[in-house]
């Protein structure tokens, strides 16, 4: 069972940072910071997770471990003294998007979800709410301690200057990609019949008293609610797409609602109950599906655009802001691509998915390729890729690795930044270390005089 917590840990909270324990154990409090506390299976439940994930690491790391927990209990002290606030919409966001990732893994199969983790989708939402909370809490502080951490260039070239030249790293060949992203349109007689076959859905409920929890598990497209009878569980307003809210909201205790269409597809709705500002409503999602005729009306549009810029008829840049779907991020960056690793647009080509690797691998740079299709939350997608650059490999420099070496820099500020901030916070804030790990030679800062101050 503990494997199939950790999964979940990594899955749900993607972070280092583990907030949610199993506290059946015999449990005690290994450090008191501010009105936060570390408990004995916080530490040993992440010392599970990096074994879990790094396979054997040497039990002295949990000096390092502790630290990092106390050092994040501190933030989160600070967080509720300076009143920085996370709001309910937002955690709640996060939580479905975990479970709905999960529920992917697991083909939308909800039983199968239930099985593995012994709670509903609805209890573990319940059971990591707070931590999840607390988690955000602690990104807010440290992203306002490190927000004015910046550096000039000639701070970026000190610091390049300080590496020694038998330290800098070397570089594997990067590539920069842009791309163009296009989502299919489908047709009106599609939009149509799906329409046609919700309303029928609708009628069997109002006229012919069919059971709309029912219905909802055996026809509607939202796999996380249908599985429940299509209860999305309470929420409130802000939580929902435009469309859907607008309509939420305007109904009365357990009224029904007409069909109405968001970008996921058609819906039809009751509202169960509301508490002020807060409804639980019920649904029935249907979506469209794509028809070949679609796809291949959506790969003649993208040929025509690769053929425009290829023939420098149309730029690359301007295609992207007629043709790219808005949601991407590429879309406000130009088209450019940011690798999710490292957070900027170099990839190497291990961080290439593989559809995209084989396509540029006999590209120049400069080239359009052909179009590739792909899936993004069950939506058939259409992409083009554009070849921007390509390095070959090299150690690191400034002329072709500014970019990176300045986020290095601005790192290195970050962390002289939050080395500052805790050890102000440390001198005002009530800290007291368990004498277990007195021995622990990074936390001597921490436990002068085992309690601070």
């Not at 106390?70 to 003294?81: G, H, P, V, Y």
Request: net charge negative.
């Amino acid at each position: 069972m503990k494997k199939l917590l950790l999964f979940f840990f990594v899955v749900l909270m993607s972070s280092n940072f583990i907030l949610g324990q199993d506290k059946k154990v015999i449990d005690k409090i290994i450090a008191n910071v501010g009105n936060e506390y570390v408990l004995l299976s916080d530490l040993e439940q992440v010392y599970a997770q990096m074994s879990e994930e790094r396979g054997y690491i040497p039990e002295e790391a949990k000096c390092n471990l502790f630290e990092n927990l106390i050092a994040s209990s501190l933030m989160l002290n600070q967080a509720r003294l300076d009143s920085i606030e996370v709001g309910d919409e937002e955690v709640e966001a996060q939580l479905t998007a975990r479970i709905d990732q999960i529920l992917g893994y697991m083909g939308g199969d909800v039983r199968q979800f239930e099985d593995f983790y012994g709670q509903s989708t609805a209890e573990v939402k319940s059971r990591f709410r707070e931590d999840l909370k607390n988690k955000l809490l602690v990104e807010r502080m440290q992203g306002s301690v490190m927000q004015d951490a910046t550096v000039t260039p000639s701070e970026v070239k000190a610091f390049y200057a300080r590496i020694p030249k038998d330290s800098l790293p070397y570089f594997n060949s990067e590539v920069e990609l842009g791309e163009i992203v296009y989502k299919p349109q489908v047709n009106q007689g599609e939009k149509d019949r799906t329409r046609a076959a919700l309303e029928d859905i609708r009628k069997r409920v109002l006229e012919d008293g069919e059971d709309f929890a029912e219905l909802a598990k055996k026809y509607s497209a939202d796999l996380g609610s249908g599985q429940q009878g299509g209860n999305l569980g309470w929420a409130k307003r802000g939580s929902y797409v435009p469309e859907f809210e607008a309509t939420a909201y305007n109904l009365e205790k357990d009224e029904y609602s007409e069909v109405i269409e968001t970008d996921f597809g058609y819906h039809f709705m009751q509202l169960l109950d509301r508490r002020g500002n807060s409804i639980n409503v019920r649904h029935i999602l249907l979506r469209p599906q794509l028809t070949e005729e679609d796809k291949i009306r959506s790969l003649g549009i993208l040929d025509t655009v690769k053929n425009l810029i290829t023939a420098d008829s149309l730029s690359f840049s301007f295609a992207v802001k007629l043709y790219s779907d808005k949601e991407q991020q590429s879309f406000n960056n130009d088209g450019r691509m940011v690798n999710p690793k490292t957070g900027n647009t170099f990839f190497e080509i291990a961080d290439l998915d593989p559809d995209i690797y084989f396509t540029i691998d006999t590209m120049k740079v400069g080239e359009v390729s052909q179009p590739i299709e792909f899936e993004e939350r069950g939506d058939v997608m259409y992409r083009l890729i554009y070849l921007q650059s390509r390095t070959d490999p090299h150690r690191a420099n400034l002329k072709q690795d500014y970019s990176k070496i300045r986020t290095g820099a601005i790192e290195e500020r970050k962390a002289q930044f939050m080395s500052t901030w805790i050890e102000e916070k440390i001198n005002s804030t009530y800290i007291k270390i368990d004498k277990a790990y007195a021995g622990c030679p990074n936390l001597v800062k921490w436990q002068e005089d085992s309690i601070r101050p």
